[in-house]
């Protein structure tokens, strides 16, 4: 299976996460890359010889395609540029996929330093070889077994 992950930026992170991706760009030469909306689009411009795969725009379903993903494993990292500075139409889109990133123990990069930290790990490249978190239906016994009464 291919190894995948996602990339996501606000407007006034997009040539940001670019500019970083471009540098790294080795670290992903054998990934699937999916990205919301215009984020795909600016990325794929400029990284024709990687595999990106442009998804809805944010506030249009593309962070729910991505939370979807992470919820069925099908991502190893979210690579999330945030403008903390900027109001998000969305924000509660926003939150619900950080959520499911914390959920289900998807490692997040919300800038450049986090983002380094990931792609220099020895996890990143061999996945299989990192330390694993309980099963979710384990670490979430309590909940799915709670009682619901009518």
Request: a negative charge; glycine letters at 6%; charged letters at 20%.
């Amino acid at each position: 299976m291919t190894r995948s992950v996602a990339m996501i930026a606000h407007d006034q992170k997009k040539a940001e996460l670019c500019e970083w991706l471009i540098t790294n760009q080795a670290h992903f030469k054998d990934r699937r890359i999916v990205a919301t909306g215009t984020t795909g689009k600016l990325l794929s411009g400029h990284l024709p010889d990687l595999d990106i795969h442009p998804l809805k725009s944010g506030p249009l379903g593309g962070d729910q395609q991505v939370g979807a993903m992470i919820a069925e494993g099908l991502l190893d990292a979210l690579f999330f540029f945030q403008d903390p500075m900027t109001s998000q139409p969305h924000d509660s889109d926003i939150k619900a996929l950080v959520r499911l990133a914390t959920v289900y123990d998807v490692p997040i990069a919300c800038n450049p330093s986090t983002a380094n930290y990931i792609i220099s790990s020895p996890y990143f490249a061999n996945p299989e070889l990192a330390p694993q978190a309980d099963e979710i239906s384990e670490q979430y016994r309590d909940y799915l077994q709670r009682n619901i009464s009518l």
